[in-house]
DNA sequence: CAAAAATCAGCAGCCAGCCAGACAGAAGTT
DNA sequence: AACTTCTGTCTGGCTGGCTGCTGATTTTTG
């Protein structure tokens, strides 16, 4: 499986060094050769579960969700990437070829620069700096999910879905007239597949929440008006 | 806090760059300045949170538990560290100083080797292909939690326990006469603050599949005979 | 641009699964 | 031998999953 590729003539690796100056891994991923700059709409596919794993990923601009596919049709997420995310980098592992076992899925439109494994670790031998910026990279993806996992324990639902709404706002929100808004269009049952729940639950969970006053829902976009009051709410 | 140091002059730098010949990360771990080897007895802290974060660790021998405690006195796990883990992480991230917040406790009697954040990055820059390894050893910790993160997702606590006994045969498994024992002296509390679930659920469960005859549990370590027929049984 | 199709939100009733709390006996520790 | 920790079981009660239905909203398509 393959997306559409908007750009990118590959340059000589020389030029890598100079674009450590500028100091962002961004920057860095754009000047290996092989790589190219993405753009993906909404709902369309970035990778799919047996693919090969061939290429590493950071997300510029949107949300990807990462999520697995069950026989019963059943779906759950395990990840949802926000900006300057890593993502692919189990084509990082050692030499023998592997294969994708998550779908990768554009959850808003996505802006995206993507390398071939191969060239990424060249990249990291000839400069080592890229090396600890990738490492950084990939330490903020660790504590990204370990919070997830928080929230997962957590045994109420009401209380789990607190705490992935003030993990939303930490990762996408934007700030409103009132309060903080989750730039994601996220319909219940996008929440439910994320919290191992169900959307019938989701719906009457976030309806108790906007009849306490505590947020507001426009045309899928959520606002909390308070995420320290919200944080209170936990069990 | 700190933690008993059993060992460990430091050596030059220079002899990083052999240690990569060995090509383990122990080796070369074990060369930078200001490392140390340490053992753990079971049940003793790591590090606490409100540590300052300035080490980063590299699991030699045994297991270690990542967990937060609440005010309310629960305490949830958020990683079961397995043999090659690096953790800590939190330290390499970028300059500020920050702080622990988990509480990190030897599972079973651990060997480990830490070094100070400096070294390590001082290593990188010296030698990229040390970045090139930890990259892969953090790739992995990011699999490894998510795939913990598919089996929070479960609705059912059935399916949800079943799931991590899988994962913990895959981390922790050793073979046994007949099928795979888990190598973790695993109180059913110890579960049940894994999966987010109470100590008297984990009882009846493990009786349940007990009683099919999918697993027999011996001074709390758990055999399973056969592992593909238990993933059978999920939901 | 309007009609058709698909997806989404909200509501209700039923019932299983899981939690809380309590207690007794077993196993392991000092 | 005293003590702690762990396992097993029970009762009652409530949460949250499941099913089915309706109207609203969004997207697609002719």
Redesign the interface.
Known sequence: MSFPQTTSPSRAPGTVTDAIAGGTLTTIVRCLSGSSLDLVERGKTIFLPGDPAERVYLLRRGAVR?S?VYESGEE????LLRENSLFG??S???GHRSDRF?HAVAFTRVEMISAPAASV?QA?????????M???G??????Q??T???T????DMSSRLVSFLLVLCRDFGVPAEQGITIDLRLSHQAIA??????RVTITRLLGDLRNEGMLRIDRKKITIFDPVALSRRFS
């Open positions: 990462l697995r759950i997420t395990v990840a980098v189990l990082l592992l050692t998550y670790r990291i031998e000839a400069d080592a700096r890229v090396g600890l990738m490492l950084q990939l330490s903020c993806r660790v504590l999910t370990e997830m996992i928080e997962l324990t957590h045994r597949e994320a919290i191992g729940s169900t």
